[in-house]
């Protein structure tokens, strides 16, 4: 089991900068992917921005440029800069571990509001 505990979300005004942070305990091996995932009102949860144990990374189209998922993988922590920020980005952001085999946890969520 694994559990994630999120920091960092708040409010900000369109333009400005957030850092969210997720950090993992428990059972911490085999970790395969960490990373982040939104969800708007209405809207389905959306993949945001992954980072794999060796570091290559994929994120959405909408925050391409804006957005930087990075990890320590010695303190089992994610992070996800936000720079930019813009009104559609107003969600809530959940951090996700994948853990082999086959095994997926995720955070309590994190809401972050971009006012224009």
């Known amino acids: 089991q694994v559990q994630l505990v999120e920091s960092g979300g708040g409010l900000v005004q369109a333009g400005g900068s957030l850092r969210l942070s997720c950090a993992a305990s428990?059972?911490?091996?085999?970790?395969?992917?960490m990373g982040w995932y939104r969800q708007a009102p209405g809207n389905q949860r959306e993949l945001v921005a992954i980072?794999?144990?060796?570091?290559?990374?994929n994120y959405a189209d909408s925050v391409k440029g804006r957005f930087t998922v990075s990890r320590d993988n010695a303190k089992n922590t994610v992070y996800l800069e936000m720079n930019s920020l813009k009104p559609e980005d107003t969600a809530v952001y959940y951090c996700?571990?994948?853990?082999?085999?086959?095994?997926?946890?995720w955070g309590q969520g994190t809401q972050v509001t971009v006012s224009s």
């Open positions: 428990g059972s911490r091996f085999n970790i395969l992917t």
């Open positions: 980072i794999s144990i060796l570091g290559s990374t």
């Open positions: 996700n571990v994948r853990r082999a085999p086959s095994y997926e946890y």
